[in-house]
Protein backbone atom coordinates (compact mmCIF):
# COMPACT_ATOMS: atom_id res chain seq x y z
CA UNK A 1 0.00 0.00 0.00
CA UNK A 2 2.19 3.16 -1.25
CA UNK A 3 1.54 6.50 1.06
CA UNK A 4 -1.28 8.25 -0.85
CA UNK A 5 -3.02 5.30 -0.32
CA UNK A 6 -2.71 5.23 3.40
CA UNK A 7 -3.51 8.97 3.46
CA UNK A 8 -6.81 8.03 1.37
CA UNK A 9 -7.97 5.69 4.28
CA UNK A 10 -7.20 7.54 7.19
CA UNK A 11 -10.49 8.18 8.05
CA UNK A 12 -11.71 4.86 7.84
CA UNK A 13 -8.54 3.73 10.01
CA UNK A 14 -9.09 6.34 12.35
CA UNK A 15 -12.83 5.14 12.51
CA UNK A 16 -12.00 1.07 13.44
CA UNK A 17 -9.76 2.07 15.89
CA UNK A 18 -12.07 3.90 17.75
CA UNK A 19 -14.89 1.17 17.36
CA UNK A 20 -12.54 -2.03 18.76
CA UNK A 21 -10.62 0.43 21.97
CA UNK A 22 -13.91 1.06 23.72
CA UNK A 23 -11.43 2.30 26.74
CA UNK A 24 -10.55 5.31 24.25
CA UNK A 25 -12.10 8.20 25.21
CA UNK A 26 -13.42 9.19 21.31
CA UNK A 27 -15.44 6.12 21.60
CA UNK A 28 -17.37 6.56 24.73
CA UNK A 29 -18.00 10.35 25.33
CA UNK A 30 -21.45 11.11 24.64
CA UNK A 31 -22.08 15.19 25.40
CA UNK A 32 -24.65 15.94 21.86
CA UNK A 33 -28.08 15.90 23.14
CA UNK A 34 -30.63 12.76 22.78
CA UNK A 35 -31.27 11.76 19.12
CA UNK A 36 -35.03 11.83 18.45
CA UNK A 37 -34.37 10.20 14.83
CA UNK A 38 -36.48 7.03 15.85
CA UNK A 39 -39.36 9.12 15.61
CA UNK A 40 -39.56 9.31 12.01
CA UNK A 41 -40.97 5.51 12.56
CA UNK A 42 -42.78 6.12 15.77
CA UNK A 43 -46.78 6.04 15.29
CA UNK A 44 -49.58 6.39 18.18
CA UNK A 45 -51.28 3.04 18.23
CA UNK A 46 -54.57 5.08 17.44
CA UNK A 47 -53.13 6.59 14.41
CA UNK A 48 -51.71 3.86 12.75
CA UNK A 49 -53.13 0.63 10.93
CA UNK A 50 -50.29 -2.05 11.08
CA UNK A 51 -49.55 -4.62 7.90
CA UNK A 52 -51.24 -7.76 8.48
CA UNK A 53 -48.02 -9.63 9.36
CA UNK A 54 -44.28 -9.04 10.28
CA UNK A 55 -41.64 -11.50 10.25
CA UNK A 56 -41.07 -10.38 14.09
CA UNK A 57 -43.28 -8.75 16.88
CA UNK A 58 -42.05 -7.80 19.76
CA UNK A 59 -43.90 -6.94 22.82
CA UNK A 60 -42.21 -4.33 24.81
CA UNK A 61 -40.23 -1.19 23.95
CA UNK A 62 -37.65 -1.50 26.63
CA UNK A 63 -34.13 -1.64 27.62
CA UNK A 64 -33.93 -5.36 26.10
CA UNK A 65 -36.87 -4.61 23.40
CA UNK A 66 -35.16 -1.45 21.36
CA UNK A 67 -31.72 -2.75 20.68
CA UNK A 68 -33.76 -6.48 19.64
CA UNK A 69 -35.72 -4.27 17.55
CA UNK A 70 -32.87 -2.34 16.06
CA UNK A 71 -31.01 -5.48 15.26
CA UNK A 72 -34.07 -7.31 13.68
CA UNK A 73 -34.90 -4.48 11.66
CA UNK A 74 -31.61 -4.88 9.85
CA UNK A 75 -33.02 -7.90 7.13
CA UNK A 76 -36.61 -8.24 8.45
CA UNK A 77 -39.78 -6.13 9.16
CA UNK A 78 -40.46 -5.42 12.99
CA UNK A 79 -43.42 -4.86 14.87
CA UNK A 80 -42.11 -3.06 17.84
CA UNK A 81 -45.45 -2.73 20.29
CA UNK A 82 -45.14 -0.19 23.82
CA UNK A 83 -47.82 -0.02 26.15
CA UNK A 84 -45.96 3.68 27.41
CA UNK A 85 -45.94 7.12 25.62
CA UNK A 86 -42.40 7.82 23.30
CA UNK A 87 -40.71 11.33 24.26
CA UNK A 88 -40.73 13.24 27.71
CA UNK A 89 -38.68 15.77 27.90
CA UNK A 90 -38.91 15.36 31.52
CA UNK A 91 -37.05 11.94 31.77
CA UNK A 92 -34.13 13.72 30.03
CA UNK A 93 -32.34 15.43 32.70
CA UNK A 94 -30.15 13.55 35.48
CA UNK A 95 -31.59 17.00 37.65
CA UNK A 96 -34.71 15.00 37.62
CA UNK A 97 -34.38 11.63 38.44
CA UNK A 98 -36.42 11.90 42.08
CA UNK A 99 -39.51 13.50 40.36
CA UNK A 100 -39.80 11.01 37.53
CA UNK A 101 -40.92 9.08 40.31
CA UNK A 102 -42.80 11.29 42.73
CA UNK A 103 -44.71 12.08 39.58
CA UNK A 104 -45.96 8.49 38.78
CA UNK A 105 -49.46 7.97 38.55
CA UNK A 106 -51.67 5.55 37.58
CA UNK A 107 -52.33 6.95 34.02
CA UNK A 108 -49.32 7.28 31.54
CA UNK A 109 -46.30 8.46 33.62
CA UNK A 110 -43.23 7.62 32.75
CA UNK A 111 -42.80 5.42 35.60
CA UNK A 112 -45.63 3.04 37.03
CA UNK A 113 -45.00 2.57 41.26
CA UNK A 114 -46.92 -0.34 42.83
CA UNK A 115 -46.60 -1.84 46.26
CA UNK A 116 -45.35 -5.67 46.80
CA UNK A 117 -47.20 -7.79 48.83
CA UNK A 118 -43.79 -7.59 50.73
CA UNK A 119 -45.17 -3.62 51.61
CA UNK A 120 -42.45 -2.32 49.64
CA UNK A 121 -42.90 0.27 47.15
CA UNK A 122 -41.12 -0.86 43.79
CA UNK A 123 -41.77 0.94 40.41
CA UNK A 124 -41.98 -0.23 36.64
CA UNK A 125 -41.08 1.73 33.46
CA UNK A 126 -43.85 2.55 31.24
CA UNK A 127 -42.23 4.75 27.98
CA UNK A 128 -40.37 4.26 24.67
CA UNK A 129 -36.50 2.93 26.35
CA UNK A 130 -38.28 1.37 29.44
CA UNK A 131 -36.46 1.58 32.77
CA UNK A 132 -32.94 3.23 30.77
CA UNK A 133 -35.79 6.06 30.50
CA UNK A 134 -36.35 5.97 34.90
CA UNK A 135 -33.16 4.51 36.23
CA UNK A 136 -30.20 6.38 37.40
CA UNK A 137 -28.04 5.83 34.54
CA UNK A 138 -25.01 3.63 35.61
CA UNK A 139 -23.29 1.40 33.05
CA UNK A 140 -21.37 -1.75 33.94
CA UNK A 141 -20.89 -4.85 32.90
CA UNK A 142 -21.93 -8.76 34.16
CA UNK A 143 -20.05 -10.43 36.24
CA UNK A 144 -19.04 -13.84 35.50
CA UNK A 145 -21.21 -15.32 38.37
CA UNK A 146 -23.70 -14.40 36.14
CA UNK A 147 -22.39 -16.11 32.54
CA UNK A 148 -21.12 -19.40 34.61
CA UNK A 149 -25.16 -19.31 36.17
CA UNK A 150 -27.59 -17.69 33.66
CA UNK A 151 -28.64 -20.59 31.61
CA UNK A 152 -28.21 -19.12 28.28
CA UNK A 153 -25.84 -20.01 25.95
CA UNK A 154 -23.30 -17.84 25.50
CA UNK A 155 -20.85 -16.61 22.26
CA UNK A 156 -18.50 -13.99 24.91
CA UNK A 157 -17.43 -12.80 21.73
CA UNK A 158 -20.49 -12.14 20.33
CA UNK A 159 -21.43 -10.62 23.84
CA UNK A 160 -18.68 -8.30 23.75
CA UNK A 161 -19.67 -7.11 20.05
CA UNK A 162 -23.13 -6.70 21.69
CA UNK A 163 -21.53 -4.09 24.37
CA UNK A 164 -19.33 -2.63 22.15
CA UNK A 165 -22.29 -1.69 19.92
CA UNK A 166 -24.41 -0.05 22.77
CA UNK A 167 -21.43 1.58 24.50
CA UNK A 168 -20.52 3.15 21.02
CA UNK A 169 -24.23 4.51 20.57
CA UNK A 170 -25.21 5.82 24.24
CA UNK A 171 -22.27 5.11 26.59
CA UNK A 172 -20.30 8.22 28.14
CA UNK A 173 -17.07 7.84 29.78
CA UNK A 174 -17.24 10.31 32.73
CA UNK A 175 -15.00 13.28 31.98
CA UNK A 176 -14.93 14.18 36.02
CA UNK A 177 -16.78 13.19 39.14
CA UNK A 178 -18.58 15.67 41.25
CA UNK A 179 -17.45 16.45 44.85
CA UNK A 180 -19.25 13.50 47.03
CA UNK A 181 -18.60 11.08 44.09
CA UNK A 182 -15.04 11.80 44.72
CA UNK A 183 -15.23 11.48 48.58
CA UNK A 184 -16.84 7.87 47.99
CA UNK A 185 -14.55 7.18 45.88
CA UNK A 186 -11.66 8.07 47.92
CA UNK A 187 -13.10 6.47 51.25
CA UNK A 188 -13.91 3.64 49.55
CA UNK A 189 -10.51 3.00 48.58
CA UNK A 190 -9.39 3.54 52.56
CA UNK A 191 -11.70 1.35 54.02
CA UNK A 192 -10.67 -1.62 51.83
CA UNK A 193 -12.53 -1.64 48.87
CA UNK A 194 -9.68 -2.05 46.34
CA UNK A 195 -7.79 -1.98 44.62
CA UNK A 196 -8.25 1.37 42.59
CA UNK A 197 -9.82 0.31 39.13
CA UNK A 198 -9.78 3.84 37.76
CA UNK A 199 -12.91 3.96 35.02
CA UNK A 200 -14.19 0.82 33.52
CA UNK A 201 -16.88 -0.72 32.04
CA UNK A 202 -15.99 -4.44 33.77
CA UNK A 203 -16.94 -5.71 36.92
CA UNK A 204 -14.10 -6.20 38.69
CA UNK A 205 -13.83 -6.27 42.48
CA UNK A 206 -12.19 -2.71 44.43
CA UNK A 207 -13.48 0.67 43.49
CA UNK A 208 -14.75 1.86 39.90
CA UNK A 209 -15.39 4.58 38.24
CA UNK A 210 -18.02 2.99 35.56
CA UNK A 211 -20.25 4.53 32.09
CA UNK A 212 -23.34 6.14 32.45
CA UNK A 213 -25.85 6.86 29.95
CA UNK A 214 -25.98 10.84 31.21
CA UNK A 215 -23.65 12.66 29.27
CA UNK A 216 -21.50 15.21 31.32
CA UNK A 217 -24.10 17.75 31.02
CA UNK A 218 -26.77 15.64 32.29
CA UNK A 219 -28.32 14.96 29.36
CA UNK A 220 -30.16 11.03 29.32
CA UNK A 221 -29.27 8.45 26.12
CA UNK A 222 -31.36 5.48 26.97
CA UNK A 223 -32.41 2.71 25.42
CA UNK A 224 -34.99 4.14 22.91
CA UNK A 225 -31.58 5.84 21.10
CA UNK A 226 -30.65 2.28 19.88
CA UNK A 227 -33.88 2.79 17.72
CA UNK A 228 -31.97 4.99 15.56
CA UNK A 229 -29.37 1.96 14.60
CA UNK A 230 -32.81 0.60 12.37
CA UNK A 231 -33.56 0.22 9.04
CA UNK A 232 -36.44 2.70 9.13
CA UNK A 233 -37.83 0.91 6.06
CA UNK A 234 -37.96 -2.61 8.24
CA UNK A 235 -39.48 -1.07 11.96
CA UNK A 236 -42.68 0.56 13.09
CA UNK A 237 -42.89 1.61 16.33
CA UNK A 238 -46.53 1.90 17.71
CA UNK A 239 -46.84 3.78 21.14
CA UNK A 240 -49.81 3.51 23.56
CA UNK A 241 -50.31 -0.25 22.08
CA UNK A 242 -51.08 -2.67 24.80
CA UNK A 243 -50.75 -6.23 24.10
CA UNK A 244 -53.57 -8.27 25.85
CA UNK A 245 -52.54 -11.77 24.97
CA UNK A 246 -50.45 -14.06 22.76
CA UNK A 247 -52.66 -15.47 19.52
CA UNK A 248 -51.65 -19.14 19.26
CA UNK A 249 -51.71 -22.05 16.21
CA UNK A 250 -54.92 -23.92 16.43
CA UNK A 251 -53.40 -27.13 14.96
CA UNK A 252 -50.22 -28.77 16.03
CA UNK A 253 -47.21 -28.25 16.31
CA UNK A 254 -48.21 -25.18 18.92
CA UNK A 255 -46.82 -21.93 17.63
CA UNK A 256 -47.03 -18.10 18.75
CA UNK A 257 -48.87 -16.75 15.43
CA UNK A 258 -49.42 -13.21 16.68
CA UNK A 259 -51.31 -10.69 19.03
CA UNK A 260 -53.91 -8.72 20.52
CA UNK A 261 -53.41 -5.25 21.49
CA UNK A 262 -55.42 -2.37 22.02
CA UNK A 263 -54.96 1.57 21.19
CA UNK A 264 -55.67 4.57 23.48
CA UNK A 265 -59.19 4.52 22.61
CA UNK A 266 -60.11 1.20 23.26
CA UNK A 267 -60.16 -0.53 19.99
CA UNK A 268 -58.56 -4.16 19.62
CA UNK A 269 -56.11 -4.78 16.83
CA UNK A 270 -55.00 -8.11 15.67
CA UNK A 271 -51.26 -8.54 13.83
CA UNK A 272 -49.47 -12.00 13.31
CA UNK A 273 -46.25 -12.95 12.09
CA UNK A 274 -45.26 -14.34 8.72
CA UNK A 275 -43.94 -17.85 8.41
CA UNK A 276 -40.42 -18.68 10.25
CA UNK A 277 -41.49 -15.54 12.27
CA UNK A 278 -41.52 -14.93 15.99
CA UNK A 279 -43.61 -13.36 18.98
CA UNK A 280 -41.02 -12.13 21.21
CA UNK A 281 -41.90 -11.01 24.64
CA UNK A 282 -39.50 -8.11 26.06
CA UNK A 283 -42.02 -6.32 28.77
CA UNK A 284 -39.95 -7.09 31.30
CA UNK A 285 -39.80 -8.59 34.32
CA UNK A 286 -43.35 -7.98 35.55
CA UNK A 287 -45.33 -7.83 31.99
CA UNK A 288 -43.49 -11.14 30.24
CA UNK A 289 -45.00 -13.57 33.12
CA UNK A 290 -48.08 -11.14 33.13
CA UNK A 291 -48.63 -11.98 29.37
CA UNK A 292 -47.65 -15.54 29.19
CA UNK A 293 -50.52 -15.98 31.81
CA UNK A 294 -52.66 -14.22 30.64
CA UNK A 295 -52.42 -15.73 27.79
CA UNK A 296 -52.93 -19.27 28.87
CA UNK A 297 -49.34 -20.40 29.48
CA UNK A 298 -48.85 -21.30 32.92
CA UNK A 299 -49.74 -23.89 35.87
CA UNK A 300 -52.91 -25.41 34.97
CA UNK A 301 -54.65 -26.06 38.16
CA UNK A 302 -53.96 -21.93 38.76
CA UNK A 303 -55.03 -20.93 34.89
CA UNK A 304 -58.37 -22.97 35.29
CA UNK A 305 -58.94 -21.26 38.84
CA UNK A 306 -59.15 -17.82 36.93
CA UNK A 307 -61.28 -19.47 34.37
CA UNK A 308 -58.14 -19.14 31.66
CA UNK A 309 -58.59 -21.31 28.72
CA UNK A 310 -55.09 -22.95 28.98
CA UNK A 311 -52.80 -23.54 26.04
CA UNK A 312 -50.30 -25.42 27.86
CA UNK A 313 -49.21 -26.46 31.47
CA UNK A 314 -46.05 -24.43 32.12
CA UNK A 315 -45.82 -24.56 35.71
CA UNK A 316 -42.96 -22.02 36.69
CA UNK A 317 -43.81 -18.99 34.71
CA UNK A 318 -44.24 -16.56 36.99
CA UNK A 319 -42.20 -18.13 39.92
CA UNK A 320 -38.87 -17.41 40.99
CA UNK A 321 -39.16 -13.67 40.92
CA UNK A 322 -36.78 -12.24 42.98
CA UNK A 323 -35.25 -8.40 44.05
CA UNK A 324 -32.28 -7.09 45.23
CA UNK A 325 -32.53 -5.67 48.80
CA UNK A 326 -31.20 -2.08 49.42
CA UNK A 327 -29.55 -1.94 53.06
CA UNK A 328 -27.36 1.50 54.60
CA UNK A 329 -27.80 4.62 55.70
CA UNK A 330 -28.80 8.17 55.23
CA UNK A 331 -26.78 11.35 56.12
CA UNK A 332 -27.61 14.94 55.89
CA UNK A 333 -25.17 16.94 54.32
CA UNK A 334 -23.81 19.77 56.26
CA UNK A 335 -23.12 22.34 53.26
CA UNK A 336 -25.36 22.72 50.09
CA UNK A 337 -23.89 20.48 47.67
CA UNK A 338 -25.91 19.59 44.31
CA UNK A 339 -24.43 17.00 42.82
CA UNK A 340 -26.54 14.73 40.90
CA UNK A 341 -25.47 11.28 39.60
CA UNK A 342 -24.10 7.65 40.53
CA UNK A 343 -20.70 7.35 38.65
CA UNK A 344 -19.02 5.05 41.23
CA UNK A 345 -19.12 1.95 43.19
CA UNK A 346 -17.65 -0.23 45.17
CA UNK A 347 -17.27 -4.05 45.01
CA UNK A 348 -16.16 -5.42 48.08
CA UNK A 349 -14.12 -9.01 47.88
CA UNK A 350 -16.88 -9.82 50.76
CA UNK A 351 -19.56 -9.77 48.24
CA UNK A 352 -21.85 -6.64 48.37
CA UNK A 353 -21.85 -3.47 46.00
CA UNK A 354 -21.71 -0.30 47.63
CA UNK A 355 -23.22 2.71 45.87
CA UNK A 356 -24.36 6.25 46.99
CA UNK A 357 -27.25 8.36 45.58
CA UNK A 358 -28.21 12.20 46.52
CA UNK A 359 -31.36 13.27 47.01
CA UNK A 360 -31.80 16.71 46.01
CA UNK A 361 -32.79 19.65 49.07
CA UNK A 362 -36.67 19.41 49.23
CA UNK A 363 -37.24 16.21 47.86
CA UNK A 364 -40.27 14.03 49.97
CA UNK A 365 -37.58 11.40 51.13
CA UNK A 366 -40.30 8.07 51.34
CA UNK A 367 -40.32 7.03 48.30
CA UNK A 368 -36.63 6.26 48.09
CA UNK A 369 -36.24 6.16 51.81
CA UNK A 370 -39.06 4.17 53.18
CA UNK A 371 -37.71 3.98 56.93
CA UNK A 372 -37.82 7.27 57.44
CA UNK A 373 -41.83 7.78 57.77
CA UNK A 374 -43.30 10.98 57.32
CA UNK A 375 -40.59 13.50 57.63
CA UNK A 376 -40.12 17.49 56.87
CA UNK A 377 -38.51 17.99 53.61
CA UNK A 378 -34.81 19.13 53.99
CA UNK A 379 -33.16 22.46 52.27
CA UNK A 380 -29.69 20.41 52.43
CA UNK A 381 -28.84 16.96 50.22
CA UNK A 382 -29.55 13.83 51.69
CA UNK A 383 -26.53 11.08 50.65
CA UNK A 384 -27.83 7.45 50.41
CA UNK A 385 -24.97 5.08 50.85
CA UNK A 386 -26.54 2.08 49.95
CA UNK A 387 -25.13 -1.76 49.83
CA UNK A 388 -26.57 -4.08 47.60
CA UNK A 389 -27.63 -7.76 48.24
CA UNK A 390 -25.58 -8.96 45.71
CA UNK A 391 -27.31 -12.93 45.22
CA UNK A 392 -30.39 -12.69 47.00
CA UNK A 393 -31.61 -16.61 48.28
CA UNK A 394 -35.27 -15.41 48.82
CA UNK A 395 -37.85 -15.71 45.81
CA UNK A 396 -41.39 -15.03 45.52
CA UNK A 397 -44.09 -15.08 42.81
CA UNK A 398 -46.13 -13.37 41.13
CA UNK A 399 -49.96 -13.39 40.66
CA UNK A 400 -52.68 -12.14 38.99
CA UNK A 401 -54.86 -9.78 39.96
CA UNK A 402 -57.62 -9.55 37.04
CA UNK A 403 -57.58 -12.58 34.61
CA UNK A 404 -58.57 -10.42 31.44
CA UNK A 405 -57.97 -6.86 31.86
CA UNK A 406 -53.69 -6.52 30.98
CA UNK A 407 -53.99 -3.02 32.52
CA UNK A 408 -54.69 -4.33 35.66
CA UNK A 409 -50.80 -5.04 37.38
CA UNK A 410 -50.02 -8.12 38.72
CA UNK A 411 -49.69 -8.72 42.88
CA UNK A 412 -45.48 -9.51 43.46
CA UNK A 413 -44.43 -11.39 46.40
CA UNK A 414 -40.35 -11.30 46.51
CA UNK A 415 -40.32 -12.76 50.09
CA UNK A 416 -37.28 -10.55 51.15
CA UNK A 417 -34.63 -11.90 53.72
CA UNK A 418 -36.70 -15.25 53.90
CA UNK A 419 -33.37 -17.04 53.96
CA UNK A 420 -30.61 -15.85 56.87
CA UNK A 421 -28.05 -16.23 54.02
CA UNK A 422 -29.46 -12.69 52.77
CA UNK A 423 -29.30 -11.75 56.20
CA UNK A 424 -25.39 -12.03 56.11
CA UNK A 425 -25.16 -10.84 53.13
CA UNK A 426 -26.58 -7.84 54.66
CA UNK A 427 -24.34 -7.76 57.31
CA UNK A 428 -21.62 -8.22 55.01
CA UNK A 429 -22.70 -4.84 53.59
CA UNK A 430 -23.34 -2.77 56.90
CA UNK A 431 -19.93 -3.54 57.88
CA UNK A 432 -18.34 -1.99 54.66
CA UNK A 433 -20.28 0.74 54.81
CA UNK A 434 -19.55 1.09 58.84
CA UNK A 435 -15.80 1.47 57.49
CA UNK A 436 -16.59 3.82 54.80
CA UNK A 437 -18.41 6.42 57.86
CA UNK A 438 -15.11 5.83 59.93
CA UNK A 439 -12.41 7.27 56.81
CA UNK A 440 -10.81 10.17 57.16
CA UNK A 441 -12.25 11.56 53.55
CA UNK A 442 -15.59 11.19 55.17
CA UNK A 443 -14.67 13.73 57.95
CA UNK A 444 -15.90 16.73 56.12
CA UNK A 445 -19.27 15.58 56.28
CA UNK A 446 -20.07 15.44 59.66
CA UNK A 447 -21.57 17.92 61.54
CA UNK A 448 -19.25 20.38 63.31
CA UNK A 449 -16.50 18.12 62.77
CA UNK A 450 -18.33 15.19 65.17
CA UNK A 451 -20.99 13.22 64.30
CA UNK A 452 -23.09 12.62 60.76
CA UNK A 453 -26.78 13.92 61.26
CA UNK A 454 -28.98 10.18 60.19
CA UNK A 455 -32.01 10.28 58.73
CA UNK A 456 -33.90 7.25 59.32
CA UNK A 457 -32.18 4.43 61.17
CA UNK A 458 -27.97 4.75 61.92
CA UNK A 459 -25.99 1.71 61.57
CA UNK A 460 -26.16 -0.81 64.41
CA UNK A 461 -24.07 -0.38 67.35
CA UNK A 462 -23.53 -3.92 68.04
CA UNK A 463 -22.55 -5.40 64.65
CA UNK A 464 -21.94 -8.50 66.48
CA UNK A 465 -25.53 -9.42 67.24
CA UNK A 466 -27.44 -11.17 64.39
CA UNK A 467 -30.45 -10.31 65.51
CA UNK A 468 -29.58 -6.59 66.01
CA UNK A 469 -28.32 -6.84 62.18
CA UNK A 470 -31.36 -8.96 60.91
CA UNK A 471 -34.12 -6.10 62.60
CA UNK A 472 -32.04 -3.54 60.88
CA UNK A 473 -32.09 -5.01 57.28
CA UNK A 474 -35.30 -5.48 57.79
CA UNK A 475 -36.32 -1.70 59.18
CA UNK A 476 -33.93 -0.01 56.44
CA UNK A 477 -34.74 -1.92 53.55
CA UNK A 478 -35.21 -0.06 50.38
CA UNK A 479 -35.08 -1.93 47.17
CA UNK A 480 -32.80 -0.78 43.96
CA UNK A 481 -35.08 -1.36 41.72
CA UNK A 482 -33.77 -4.30 39.57
CA UNK A 483 -36.14 -7.16 39.94
CA UNK A 484 -35.99 -9.95 37.73
CA UNK A 485 -37.10 -14.02 37.64
CA UNK A 486 -40.56 -15.39 36.22
CA UNK A 487 -39.41 -16.84 33.01
CA UNK A 488 -36.11 -18.27 34.13
CA UNK A 489 -34.15 -20.57 31.66
CA UNK A 490 -34.34 -24.23 31.67
CA UNK A 491 -38.04 -24.02 33.51
CA UNK A 492 -39.87 -21.56 31.13
CA UNK A 493 -37.38 -20.93 28.37
CA UNK A 494 -34.42 -23.16 27.16
CA UNK A 495 -31.23 -21.37 26.46
CA UNK A 496 -31.82 -19.46 23.47
CA UNK A 497 -34.71 -17.79 25.34
CA UNK A 498 -37.32 -20.20 23.22
CA UNK A 499 -40.58 -20.87 25.45
CA UNK A 500 -40.16 -24.10 26.25
CA UNK A 501 -42.84 -26.67 24.65
CA UNK A 502 -44.17 -23.59 22.26
CA UNK A 503 -43.03 -23.06 18.64
CA UNK A 504 -42.21 -19.01 17.35
CA UNK A 505 -42.34 -17.44 21.13
CA UNK A 506 -39.55 -16.16 22.59
CA UNK A 507 -38.55 -14.10 26.09
CA UNK A 508 -36.29 -11.84 25.64
CA UNK A 509 -35.64 -9.60 29.01
CA UNK A 510 -34.83 -9.56 32.53
CA UNK A 511 -37.16 -11.77 33.06
CA UNK A 512 -35.19 -14.69 31.73
CA UNK A 513 -32.24 -13.63 34.20
CA UNK A 514 -32.08 -15.36 37.32
CA UNK A 515 -29.88 -12.85 39.03
CA UNK A 516 -29.35 -8.89 38.44
CA UNK A 517 -26.37 -8.84 36.11
CA UNK A 518 -22.99 -6.64 37.70
CA UNK A 519 -24.04 -3.82 39.86
CA UNK A 520 -26.20 -2.75 37.87
CA UNK A 521 -28.34 -4.45 35.12
CA UNK A 522 -29.04 -2.48 32.23
CA UNK A 523 -25.86 -3.10 30.57
CA UNK A 524 -26.47 -6.69 30.28
CA UNK A 525 -30.21 -6.17 29.29
CA UNK A 526 -29.35 -4.05 26.11
CA UNK A 527 -26.65 -6.44 25.59
CA UNK A 528 -28.92 -9.23 25.72
CA UNK A 529 -31.55 -7.49 23.08
CA UNK A 530 -28.77 -6.86 20.36
CA UNK A 531 -26.48 -10.33 21.68
CA UNK A 532 -29.66 -12.45 20.68
CA UNK A 533 -31.30 -10.32 17.70
CA UNK A 534 -27.72 -10.83 16.11
CA UNK A 535 -28.16 -14.65 16.91
CA UNK A 536 -31.17 -14.88 15.48
CA UNK A 537 -30.56 -13.02 12.06
CA UNK A 538 -27.23 -15.58 11.83
CA UNK A 539 -29.55 -18.66 12.70
CA UNK A 540 -32.42 -17.44 9.54
CA UNK A 541 -29.20 -16.52 6.94
CA UNK A 542 -27.70 -20.39 7.84
CA UNK A 543 -30.76 -21.64 6.89
CA UNK A 544 -30.91 -19.94 3.72
CA UNK A 545 -27.34 -21.39 2.84
CA UNK A 546 -25.46 -17.76 3.19
CA UNK A 547 -23.63 -16.09 5.71
CA UNK A 548 -24.65 -13.00 8.18
CA UNK A 549 -22.25 -10.22 8.11
CA UNK A 550 -22.34 -8.59 11.83
CA UNK A 551 -21.04 -5.07 12.29
CA UNK A 552 -20.27 -3.49 15.22
Known sequence: MNFQTILQNVPLLFLLFCIRLQQLYCSVHHDSPPDSGYLRF???????????????????????????????????SVLLLERGGSLNTSVLYESNIYQTVLAANDNDSPAQVFDTEDGLQNARARILGGGSMINFGFYSRADDYFYDNAGIEWDMGAVERAYEWVENSIVTRPARLNRFQTSFFTGLLESGVDPDN?????????????????????????????LNNANPENLDVLVHAMVD???????????????????????????????????????????????????????????????????????????????????????????????????????????????????????PLTSFIPSVGSVSLFNSSVQIIAGKITRPISTGSLHLISAS???????????????????????????????LLATPTMEEYKFDGQSFKFIGLPLPEDSSDYETIASFCRDSMGTFWHMHGGCLP???????????????????????????????????????????????????????GHPFLEYV
Open 198 to 226: GFTFDHVQGTKVGGSIFSDSGRRHGAVEL
Open 405 to 435: NVTVSPSVRFNYYNHTEDVHQCWNAVEVIRK
Open 42 to 76: TYEATDFSPTKAYDYIIVGGGTAGCPLAATLSESY
Open 490 to 544: NKVVDSNLKVIGVDSLRVVDASTFFNAPGTNPQATTMMLGRYVGVKMLEERAASQ
Open 245 to 363: RVIFSTSDPLAAVGVVYHDSNGKYHEVHVKTNGEVILSAGAIGSPQLLLLSGLGPTSYLSSLYIPVVRDHPFIGQFMADHQRTGVNILLPDAITDAGLRVVGIAESGPYIESLAVPPNT
